[in-house]
Every structure is written in structure tokens, then in C-alpha cells.
């Protein structure tokens, strides 16, 4: 255990981060494909068209003034919020369609706490131990030695 400590604290705190986030079980190579999917089309197909559409027509806006003397004086920041707006809101346009993906995966732990997660509100495994423990006994075979609470694995 003091070894472990030891090596927490001299880690950079980006890697003590990644430690703590996520979910507390691996993915399988299935369940990463997907994801990887899912985050590629979010962010090629929906955020990046729908933040250059957003941002070229603030721009043009600005400079042709239609939006008076802000867009005149800084068209470019007015340009830049409104691609960061509309990014983020393309590409969080994907999730519904991502979590559909992931709840068609067959034999997948991901899967199921997802629709734990949709069919009782929020899902937090550390306060829904129990709920979680039976998931990842459904999910033993599968899983085998690595089907341990990551507060499990750190305590040791």
C-alpha cells in the first residue's frame, strides 16, 4: 500500500485524473469500437459542419453589419463563441443516437449500465455498489480477473 501511495504522488495529476474517471470495469474491444465511433461521427459529421456553418454566418453577419457595432469591432471573437457554440451543440447532438448503440450491444456490461442508468435515474457505482456488484456478477465469465471495483484493486 505505501508503495502505491508513493507512486500516486509522484504521478502527474492528468494521470491521478484518468485514475479516478471512468468507468470502474474495462471495455471490451467492441464496446471501445463503438465509442470510438460514436466520438469520430459526433465531431466529424455533426460538431465541426454545424460550428463552420454557425461560425461562417456570424461572420458574414458582422462584417455585412447586421450585427451592429459588436460585430463591427470584433468579428472574429463573435466568429469564434459562435463555432465553440455550435461544436459543442452538434456534437452533443450525437448522444442519443450514440446511447442507442451502445444499448444494442449484446453480452456488454457497458450496455447494461447504460439502461440501469436510463431506467433509474442517475447511475453512480460507488453509490449503487449492490446494483453494480450484480451487474459485474451477470458479466463474470466474461470479464474474469478484471471484473473488480477499480477502489478494490487501489486499496490493495
Known sequence: RGKNMAED???PVSQKKRRECGPPFKLTSEE???LKECRQTATLYRGLPI???IAA???WASTNGYLGGLGRRWPRLLTGIAF???FWGGAGSYRRACMEKIKNLENSLLSDVVKMRESGGRFFPFSQE???RKLLEKHHDRLGAQGKLQSEESSK
Open 130 to 132: 449492490e446494483e453494480f
Open 9 to 11: 504522488q509522484s504521478a
Open 57 to 59: 454566418s456570424v461572420y
Open 32 to 34: 471501445k469500437k463503438v
Open 51 to 53: 460550428g463552420a456553418g
Open 84 to 86: 465553440f457554440v455550435g
